[in-house]
């Protein structure tokens, strides 16, 4: 099916926050971290097809994957420097060395994937939009 060999991949980062918290959104037992890569290019995303990984599209964010993991995402810069997650904002470029994994539902959702390594390319900084506070009179 896949010779699993890691791939190199490039991409830009959404919903990092989840990278550092779990997302309890929608599932309150929760118990991951997950790492969005999005805008990935089709040659790119041939490849992850490759490990069996099933690439989603959304318009806002082309092709794209997300990785879980149980461990905290450790994102570096080009000198290896650990970037924090909380500066990065939706659209931070990045490269990626990801690898695949069977499990029991692959069949059905494919591989999942594994990031080995996250460098930050681009910073785009995280700027929450200010709260609107209602006035009373």
Same mark, same amino acid.
């Given at each position: 099916?896949?010779? *699993?060999?890691?791939?190199?991949?490039?991409? @830009?980062?959404?919903?990092?926050?989840?990278? #550092? &918290?779990?997302?309890?959104?929608?599932? !309150? /037992?929760?118990?991951?971290? !997950?790492?969005?890569? /999005?805008?990935?290019?089709?040659?790119? #995303? #041939?490849? *992850? %097809?490759?490990? /069996?990984?099933k690439v989603?599209?959304?318009?806002?964010?082309?092709?794209? =994957?997300?990785?879980?993991?149980?461990?905290l995402?450790?994102? $570096?810069? &080009?000198? *290896?420097? @650990? +970037?924090?997650?909380?500066? *990065?904002?939706?659209?931070?470029?990045? +490269? #990626?060395?990801?690898?695949?994994? %069977?499990?029991?539902?692959?069949?059905?959702? /494919?591989?999942?994937? $594994? =990031?080995?390594?996250?460098? +930050? $390319? !681009?910073? +785009?900084?995280? %700027?929450? @939009?200010?709260? !609107? @506070?209602?006035?009373?009179?």
């Open positions: 099916m896949s010779d *699993l060999k890691p791939v190199k991949i490039s991409g @830009e980062l959404f919903w990092n926050k989840w990278m #550092a &918290e779990f997302n309890t959104m929608f599932n !309150e /037992g929760n118990d991951r971290y !997950e790492c969005t890569i /999005g805008n990935i290019s089709d040659d790119d #995303a #041939a490849k *992850l %097809t490759g490990l /069996g990984i989603k599209h959304k318009d806002s964010m082309g092709n794209f =994957i997300v990785a879980k993991s149980k461990y995402f450790n994102p $570096t810069d &080009e000198n *290896l420097k @650990e +970037v924090d997650v909380k500066a *990065l904002g939706n659209g931070s470029k990045c +490269v #990626a060395v990801i690898t695949a994994y %069977t499990h029991r539902m692959s069949a059905k959702y /494919g591989n999942s994937p $594994t =990031i080995k390594k996250l460098m +930050v $390319t !681009e910073v +785009v900084t995280y %700027t929450p @939009e200010p709260q !609107e @506070e209602d006035e009373a009179f």
